[in-house]
């Protein structure tokens, strides 16, 4: 046997008996031997349920195999790549952590250890893949030979991207960014273009950069970096950390922030020392931040080319998910590092926090204004107003119940609550009732005012 | 007058109890000594005080007014040392102290004249405009005390003060230490430096698998310490 091979199974062995180890522990400390068996048995109804209820849905089969799904499957190869890109921000796309790190400073080749833990995690990508895809065919009632095209494209992708995503992860976020809008004028050709025509361009592109960075694989790396990013991932074990209260710190500066000297300078005054620590906060989780965002952004521009109905569904997808989203950071933020030990004055972090989130709000509404302005009528301002005016109340609604929440206040927003979030529902009916939107506007002017009105933590 | 009051504190997590009937209280000006074998319970006593625990069992109160009432008020009235500095990366030593007392709502002038003086007496002055990555453990510990001992807060909780610093600083600390006491803060400390928390702390709590074996004033606790070995 090859001696890294040996090394690395060896490492790897030991590394899944203590993780087995430790969530055996932590199952033990929150499972309840009778309740996990009821609790099975009810998981095994749903299942047999859902079964059972797939023979309804053969439907998406032909759907699944028509001829109008050639042109979708081709923009899958061109969005694709965008995927490797965005997890760049946050992940090499390889798990590599300081024991392969150790293992480096041994006597072994870099560019076979690399090899290894690239083919065998790709290979358990794989199972992964085709037990979901198992899962569907059993639910939905598609034959899984219909899946294994898709399944084979995730993999030639997954081997294809993994040199660029890894040297990507390594380089300033500028790069990073630059590549995400190669990434996204690519896509973009499907739209504006044609679908094939982008798929070839980014097949091409791929190519050429696997070319290129093949030979430089073993040289310049930042294993360092790599390697606390991989302890994080294998470590971070979201069951043990509930069941310890621990949290497992990524505890490594974000560099650009350390090289820019005019970051060296006192705080003038509270606003820029608040505005920094979310600076700080978005920049260290930019993957989350990104995958988030673009997440909410593909959505509305993908689902144009749908029919009208849809897409205002879509708005209405946004309008729940990004108040969401932003307080889920909002509350990380507070419980995480410095931060979590010192009193708040949630007023200012709020401020702060709502200023970073408007301007993403204002990125996501560049494809509404784009959708509303090609299918134009005289609703359509009143529309963009209710949109823009629901996601800030909404925001702001979430943003106060989130600090009460973290300073264990129980007062609710009761009725106000109920309304905000009706009011992303009226979006969806506007194109069978657009004038939804002039009849809603004063209502949410309404609630505005009486925001003001409440006094805030 | 009592500055804080635990009265019968369960921690538990899961099946686990990590605390057992935790009650006692710190008085204004006193230094309160946690002391106990690793995994006593120590940390967890001090991360249940700090609300990043949540006790199953109990109440704690601040001036006589439940933590869960106002937790905010109930933040702005501790200060927190901890063992291993807490230091973000990203911002400079200066400006960590400015985060400090802008989250404390020092004043301006009250701020400045501290840090002098704590910049002098620590011997950092010249490390303002850095970042803690370019400090050794040692200053970065400086940096951490500095940090917890500007505010004036009611409380001020020290988990292994002494850990990482250098004798000339040990002293310096010890010294403000007792002047904090001195002006009515009650100081809540776990060390491992028997010697130093003898000379420091006037009572001290032992703590025994979570729960509390003794407590009491400090010259008890030599004879408790020969009696029982060891104890921490």
Not at chain 1, 232 to 247: D, E, H, Q, R
Not at chain 1, 277 to 295: H, S, T
Not at chain 1, 314 to 328: D, E, G, K, R
Not at chain 1, 405 to 434: H, M, N, Q, R, W
Request: glycine share 6%; hydrophobic share 50%; charged share 20%.
């Amino acid at each position: 046997m090859i001696p890294e091979l040996r090394a690395y199974t060896f490492l790897l062995r030991n590394r899944l008996h203590k993780k087995i180890k430790l969530y055996k522990m932590a199952f033990d400390v929150i499972i309840d031997k009778t309740s996990a068996f009821y609790l099975s048995l009810l998981f095994a109804y749903l299942m047999y349920a859902l079964y059972k209820e797939g023979g309804e849905l053969t439907h998406i089969e032909q759907d699944f195999n028509s001829s109008g799904m050639w042109q979708i499957n081709l923009l899958l190869f061109s969005i694709l790549p965008i995927r490797y890109v965005l997890s760049s921000f946050g992940s090499p796309g390889l798990i590599f952590s300081s024991a392969e790190y150790q293992l480096t400073l041994l006597p072994f080749r870099f560019s076979r250890l690399w090899s290894m833990a690239m083919l065998i995690q790709r290979f358990k990508q794989l199972l992964s893949y085709i037990l979901i895809a198992m899962i569907v065919s059993l639910f939905i009632k598609i034959s899984l030979i219909s899946t294994l095209p898709y399944i084979g494209v995730l993999l030639i992708y997954d081997l294809a991207m993994a040199i660029p995503q890894w040297k990507l992860f390594q380089k300033h976020l500028l790069v990073k960014l630059f590549w995400l809008a190669v990434g996204l004028c690519i896509a973009g050709m499907a739209l504006f273009v044609s679908p094939l025509v982008s798929s070839i361009a980014a097949v091409v592109s791929i190519l050429i950069v696997n070319i290129i960075l093949l030979p430089k694989l073993s040289s310049n790396n930042q294993l360092g970096r790599i390697a606390a990013n991989g302890d994080y991932k294998i470590w971070n074990m979201i069951v043990v950390g509930a069941v310890t209260k621990t949290k497992f710190r990524k505890n490594r500066p974000y560099k650009p922030l350390l090289n820019q000297k005019k970051k060296l300078h006192p705080f003038k005054n509270d606003g820029q020392l608040y505005s920094r620590l979310w600076q700080i906060y978005f920049l260290k989780n930019n993957d989350l931040v990104l995958r988030a965002g673009m997440a909410i952004f593909s959505m509305l521009i993908l689902l144009q080319l749908l029919p009208g109905w849809i897409y205002y569904l879509s708005i209405t997808v946004a309008l729940f998910a990004t108040p969401v989203i932003a307080v889920s950071f909002f509350k990380d933020r507070m419980k995480s590092d410095i931060v979590a030990t010192l009193p708040w004055d949630l007023y200012k972090y709020r401020q702060s926090f709502t200023y970073w989130v408007h301007l993403t709000g204002v990125v996501l509404m560049i494809p509404i204004i784009f959708f509303t302005v090609m299918n134009w009528s005289p609703w359509v301002p009143f529309q963009l107003l209710f949109i823009g005016m629901t996601g800030v109340y909404r925001l702001r609604l979430k943003l106060e119940e989130a600090s009460q929440a973290l300073v264990k206040d129980d007062k609710k927003t009761g009725l106000e609550g109920t309304i905000s979030s009706i009011l992303p529902v009226g979006v969806a009916l506007f194109s069978l009732y657009p004038w939804i939107s002039i009849v809603s506007v004063p209502g949410v002017i309404f609630l505005w005012i009486q925001r003001r009105n409440v006094k805030s933590i | 007058m009592y500055v804080m009051e635990l009265a019968h504190i369960h921690t538990e997590i899961g099946d686990k109890q990590l605390l057992e009937d935790i009650s006692f209280s710190v008085e204004e000006g006193s230094i309160t000594a946690l002391v106990g074998h690793n995994g006593a319970g120590k940390s967890t006593l001090m991360r249940t005080i700090l609300n990043e625990l949540e006790p199953t069992k109990g109440t704690i109160h601040l001036y006589g007014k439940e933590m869960k009432d106002d937790l905010l008020g109930y933040k702005r009235n501790i200060a927190y040392l901890p063992e291993e500095p807490m230091l973000l990366m990203e911002l400079t030593v200066m400006q960590h102290f400015q985060l400090y007392a802008i989250s404390y709502k020092l004043d301006n002038t009250i701020f400045e004249e501290k840090l002098e003086r704590l910049l002098e007496g620590f011997e950092i002055a010249d490390k303002l405009h850095e970042y803690p990555e370019s400090l050794s453990k040692g200053m970065r510990q400086k940096v951490q005390t500095i940090c917890a001992l500007l505010p004036d807060t009611p409380l001020l909780m020290i988990d292994e003060p002494f850990m990482g610093l250098d004798i000339y600083a040990m002293a310096y600390l010890e010294k403000l230490i007792s002047e904090k006491a001195a002006e009515g803060t009650a100081i809540l400390l776990t060390s491992h430096q028997l010697e130093r928390v003898k000379d420091l702390a006037d009572s001290f709590i032992l703590l025994q698998q979570g729960r509390i074996q003794q407590a009491g004033p400090i010259d008890q606790f030599e004879t408790i310490q020969r009696r029982t070995g060891d104890a921490t």
